[in-house]
């Protein structure tokens, strides 16, 4: 496909115009992480009833365990919210689970991490496949360095060097033609030390400073016990437009079905479990601003 034409299909993405608008806007965008249709289901009445953008975030397991069919019901239910909802793959850290996410059809990004890769083979792998996504007109998200810890669904970088990312970095991956950019800045998925985020916010700000007008800075490692509604605006005010947020709304989920199971109806606890993680949803949109945005 000519330049121009990929050019047109990716100015069209519905997850770029969300994001897009979100930094123009100084908010962000919940990217919620989703392991089943509840998730699903309540990321879209959270954002219906905060009249919220959102994004639903899959990770590659949900292709692994249901092949399309989590994934389709994602891109269904994006399309028929009353409010700008776009689907994303987060932590893709293979290249074929990657080209089969392309065949399947039905997401608006994929996060293309080769993270764990040393740099010259993150760097060739991540043009090859940033390419080859952008030719369905999907967009794409890159690593420069490495974010360590673990979290489900991603697999665990605990025990390789943290590379925290540099201005020259993130030029490289811009060059690719990435459009969301996830820089390592202290941030770690999963749980934090005893001393909690030690976060290099002058690096973060060097970084939007150098590449920000190109793409968007995306916030990885927000762990729910320290980023709350003060550091999560700070993060917004060195630039950052989109954040994961999977923990709380998980845990939301699992604690409701240990408390309801065997004592009400099935049904009743699939609904008392989407309603729970609709209220952490809920929360977090109020926190990141994106509240009454899509009004």
């Avoid at 239910?77 to 290249?95: L, N, R, Y």
């Avoid at 792998?125 to 979290?151: M, Q, Y």
């Amino acid at each position: 496909m000519a330049t121009n034409g990929i050019a047109k299909k990716l100015k069209a993405n519905r997850a770029k115009a969300i994001v897009d608008a979100a930094y123009a806007g100084k908010y962000m965008i919940a990217g919620v992480c989703c392991y089943n249709l509840e998730g699903i289901i309540a990321t879209v009445r959270a954002a219906e009833a905060k009249k919220s953008p959102a994004l639903i975030q899959l990770f590659p397991w949900s292709i692994e365990y249901a092949d399309g069919l989590l994934l389709h019901a994602a891109a269904e239910a994006a399309d028929k919210a009353s409010v700008p909802i776009g689907v994303h793959m987060d932590h893709a850290q293979s290249p074929d689970i990657i080209r089969k996410s392309v065949e399947l059809g039905g997401y608006d990004g994929i996060m293309v991490d080769m993270s764990h890769y040393e740099k010259e083979e993150n760097m060739r792998l991540s043009k090859e496949l940033v390419e080859l996504c952008n030719a369905k007109g999907i967009i794409t998200e890159c690593e420069p360095g490495r974010i360590n810890g673990f979290e489900d669904g991603i697999a665990d970088t605990e025990g390789m060097e943290e590379i925290l990312t540099t201005p020259e970095q993130a030029e490289e991956f811009v060059a690719l033609g990435i459009d969301w950019l996830a820089p390592a800045f202290g941030n770690v998925h999963g749980a934090y030390g005893p001393k909690g985020p030690q976060l290099d916010f002058p690096r973060l700000e060097r970084i939007h400073a150098a590449v920000g007008d190109r793409v968007r800075l995306v916030l990885h490692g927000a762990h729910e016990d320290y980023f709350q509604e003060q550091l999560l605006r700070k993060c917004i005010a060195a630039g950052m437009s989109k954040v994961n947020i999977n923990g709380p709304v998980n845990a939301a989920y699992t604690r409701v079905g240990a408390e309801l199971t065997g004592k009400v109806p099935l049904t009743t606890v699939v609904e008392e479990q989407t309603k729970a993680m609709q209220q952490v949803i809920e929360q977090n949109m109020d926190w990141i601003m994106s509240t009454g945005k899509a009004a």
